[in-house]
């Protein structure tokens, strides 16, 4: 089989790196934004950027979910053993939940908190959660503990493309590259 008809679509693959790099960047820019030390310019900039950033993250998985859901994902090769598929699956709907519960857990956290997501504010969207210490609290907690297990499940993710990419060079990298499908 043709690794064109064994690959995912073009606009899965531009979903998938698009969502890879956003998430890529908000994970340093979360951790530098609440370190002591910086001047509040900086601090208020990384802030504004980790906000609106994650709600483009929040939309895109919505986008990619949908997508997801009314395109089958193509094939694994028949040569990989069952206890790959497994891990594979299960990482894939680890990713899944755990960007989603990442994503929603910072903006309840934002919203609840009374504080602004610019991008959100200059569209007229209105909040959608009440303002509530608890809430914002409770919400906060979830996306620090999402993003302890969040790292590990991504570091597994990109370890085993690459195990694929550059030492097995079976064919399932290429499932998901280049990002425009041939």
Known sequence: ?????????TTARLLHW???LL???????????VQEGLS???????????????????????LRLGYRLTHRAPPLPPHM???????????HVALYVLVFVQAISGYV??????????????????????RSEPLADAAKATHAVTR???????LLHI?????????????VFSRMWPPIAR
């Open 23 to 33: 998430i890529l960047s908000t994970l340093p820019v979360g951790q530098a934004m």
């Open 81 to 91: 053993p069952d206890w790959q598929r497994i891990v594979a699956r299960t990482t």
């Open 148 to 154: 302890l297990l969040l790292v590990p499940v991504i």
């Open 40 to 62: 509040r310019p900086v601090q208020d900039a990384l802030f504004i950027y980790h906000k609106n950033v994650g709600v483009i993250i929040l939309l895109l998985m919505l």
């Open 159 to 171: 370890g085993a493309a690459l195990q694929h990419a550059l030492w097995q060079r079976d064919g």
């Open 1 to 9: 089989m043709s690794a064109a008809a064994t690959g995912y679509r």
């Open 109 to 130: 956290r934002v919203e609840a908190g009374g504080f602004p997501i610019e991008m959100l504010d200059a569209l007229g969207v209105p909040p959608l959660v009440p």
């Open 18 to 20: 698009l969502v890879a």
